[in-house]
């Protein structure tokens, strides 16, 4: 599903128009970003939880010539499914 899909699902569930629907799930994705930015969860009660993971900083090989290479520490997104979105999949 894309974002446009899924703009035309959110209209038409909450009978809005599209251009509100989009700018709705603008401001979702954009909340969600900021808080994790500033290392806070986003829990969304039955859907799941947002967080931010921390990668060390590890060695790793180049795989076209075999060099040692050092990857650097960094931060990553994660999305854990709650309870109620794993039994609605099955």
């Not at 986003?42 to 075999?66: C, E, Q």
């Not at 309870?83 to 609605?88: D, G, I, M, N, T």
Request: glycine share 12%.
């Amino acid at each position: 599903m894309t974002k446009v899909e899924l703009t035309d699902v959110v209209a038409a569930g909450a009978g809005i128009s599209k251009a509100a629907a989009a700018k709705a799930i603008d401001s979702m994705i954009e909340g969600i970003t900021k808080a994790l930015k500033k290392g806070d969860k986003v829990t969304l009660v039955g859907f799941g939880t947002f967080s931010v993971s921390k990668r060390k900083a590890r060695k790793g090989r180049n795989p076209r010539t075999g060099e040692a290479i050092k990857i650097p520490a960094a931060k990553t997104p994660k999305f854990s499914g709650g309870k109620a979105l794993k039994q609605a999949i099955k």
